[in-house]
């Protein structure tokens, strides 16, 4: 990534010519892009809201979400916290390619994601029926003896409030603007359509609710071997050398915002005050210098087309 250039220019106090600044955020965009994505090109402006708004439409809870830089911090700490349920972690380490080709999985979730929160509504519903028929295949025994199936709704249910909960803590955390009221809310409301549609008897549908049933899951974690040869490849995972100090922040910024009792059991500490004084400065400004190079996202327009 361009961060150096960057930096330079602050400390500098130089202010460069529109068309090279223009030219640096147009670089850093697209790298950015490539390592998240798979693909440099910014998505293109092509759903038509007015006609069909998808799953939830601009003005929605999930848009306000979704659209931030905030998302990659979040992703990666329902990352962590799923390998606390020991049937969860087992299939991911006996199915998942993700030591061979960890970016594959990012950008897999991140197509999920996207084609659920801004596609059409026939985008969405197919892919949520790709999902449900990969996870048809994921079942085995994990190592304490015990069977499992991603089609489980007890471990859909764990996964989806995972992820639900990281991203919406990390949105009010390390979003660029505030979020609306009561969208905290309405955005949990609105997740449930997507866990619904994969397999969940019954979603959360408010922030508390999502509180106590991820604290109903706590007797059920427990940290083994294949827990911690995970962590230990998200904290050093093989990417290019460029984005690795970024990813460092972003890794360290995913652990301080972990329940405590979790970073006991994952072992992963997070020095005094080092979140505060350390972490969250320099997060907030990754997150922002990150919103700054990739501009809105193109669906989050409001118009008849996004």
Do not use: K
Not at 160 to 171: G, I, K, N
Not at 278 to 291: C, D, K, N, S, W
């Amino acid at each position: 990534m361009r961060r150096a250039g960057v930096t330079l220019l602050r400390w500098n106090r130089v202010t460069p010519a529109p068309n090279a600044l223009d030219d640096l955020r147009t670089r850093f965009g697209r790298e950015i892009r490539r390592v998240l994505a798979g693909s440099p090109e910014a998505p293109p402006r092509s759903v038509d809201f007015a006609a069909d708004p998808g799953l939830f439409g601009p003005d929605s809870a999930t848009f306000e979400v979704h659209t931030d830089a905030s998302m990659i911090i979040g992703g990666l700490r329902a990352l962590l916290l799923q390998t606390m349920h020991p049937l969860a972690m087992a299939g991911v380490a006996d199915h998942s390619d993700y030591r061979r080709d960890p970016l594959g999985r990012l950008h897999r979730t991140g197509a999920f994601v996207g084609a659920t929160t801004f596609g059409t509504t026939e985008e969405a519903e197919q892919a949520i029926r790709l999902v449900r028929r990969i996870h048809e295949r994921v079942r085995g025994t994990a190592p304490d003896g015990r069977p499992y199936r991603a089609t489980d709704p007890h471990l859909l249910l764990f996964v989806h409030c995972t992820e639900v909960d990281s991203f919406l803590r990390a949105r009010r955390r390390y979003g660029a603007t505030p979020l609306s009221p009561g969208a905290g809310d309405r955005y949990v409301e609105e997740m449930a359509v997507v866990a619904e549609g994969l397999g969940v008897r019954r979603a959360p549908r408010s922030v508390e609710e999502l509180g106590l049933v991820l604290d109903g899951y706590r007797p059920e974690h427990h940290v083994g071997r294949q827990a911690r040869e995970t962590v230990r490849f998200l904290a050093w995972p093989p990417l290019p050398a460029a984005t690795r100090p970024a990813y460092g922040l972003v890794f360290a910024t995913a652990v301080s915002m972990l329940p405590r009792h979790a970073r006991r059991a994952l072992r992963l500490p997070v020095a005094p005050l080092a979140e505060p004084f350390v972490i969250r400065p320099a997060a907030t400004g990754l997150m922002r210098t990150l919103g700054w190079a990739l501009g809105d996202h193109p669906s989050a327009a409001t118009g008849s087309t996004a």
